[in-house]
């Protein structure tokens, strides 16, 4: 792996070697200083040269060892990592487990010993009988709406997930997530998608930061992109943050370009 941006520090940073778990958190450590009660949102998505988010529905064949190590540091880093309902069914999620790599930084930083798994659902359609649910380290989240099923709530919940109305009618209103899950000091996220779901984050302006990984292969076929939804009123900009590059992978670090939305 080497680093291409931002400008290499030294002849060594050009070298293709295999970074260490800590330089890679230092590289996506969260940013300090954020407003009481607001959450980093950060985004990890992998992408094909022709702009393929997954392959045959799974992203792991788009993926790489070292696409691998950038994503468990991310999962590493973060209190708590959101996504979609079709991408828990779809990847076979599970829960995140304690890392002995981070646990000294989440010590100092007061997280607990896991990310909390916070699944975005309208109709909780979810196997509640999964481990996800029944065995994690830390709770499972459910965010959902104020007229969700009243048995899939009573389901979630007998399961052991914690529930939270993020919407007043059946569905979620994403841009009450981070401020929902900040209010439980749930502050450094970290979302996987699925495309649906981040394409609403990025709609309702919430989105803080993107790290996409660019596999550098062909798929085709009719697989969407990173985010599908519809169009922004006007395209918003992100600032280059880093790239690193290995085998032919480029992973990316986006952050928005200018002030933050008030909360």
Not at 1 to 29: H, I, K, N, Q
Not at 200 to 220: I, K, N, W, Y
Request: hydrophobic share 45%; glycine share 12%.
């Amino acid at each position: 792996m080497r680093r291409l941006f931002p400008s290499p520090l030294s002849p060594a940073d050009l070298d293709d070697r295999e970074w260490g778990l800590d330089e890679l958190a230092d590289l996506y450590a969260y940013p300090a200083g954020l407003p009481a009660g607001t959450a980093w949102l950060r985004a990890n998505m992998v992408s094909s040269l022709d702009g393929a988010a997954h392959h045959e529905g799974r992203s792991q064949p788009l993926s790489s060892a070292a696409d691998m190590r950038i994503f468990g540091t991310l999962r590493g880093l973060a209190d708590a990592v959101v996504v979609g309902a079709e991408t828990v069914r779809q990847e076979g999620y599970r829960p995140a487990r304690a890392r002995e790599a981070f646990a000294a930084r989440r010590a100092a930083l007061g997280q607990g010993p896991a990310p909390v798994i916070a699944v975005v659902s309208a109709g909780l359609d979810l196997d509640f009988s999964l481990p996800l649910f029944t065995a994690p380290l830390v709770p499972t989240v459910v965010l959902t709406g104020a007229d969700a099923p009243a048995e899939r709530v009573a389901a979630a919940r007998a399961a052991g997930a914690e529930v939270l109305v993020a919407g007043e009618g059946p569905g979620v209103d994403v841009a009450r997530v981070p401020g929902l899950l900040a209010g439980r000091g749930l502050t450094r996220l970290l979302t996987e998608g699925g495309p649906r779901l981040l394409g609403q984050f990025a709609a309702a302006g919430v989105l803080d930061e993107m790290c996409l990984s660019l596999a550098p292969v062909v798929a085709t076929g009719t697989a969407p992109r990173i985010m599908a939804g519809p169009p922004l009123a006007v395209p918003e900009r992100f600032a280059l943050g880093s790239v690193l590059e290995d085998g032919g992978f480029l992973f990316t670090r986006y952050r928005r370009a200018g002030e933050r939305p008030a909360v």
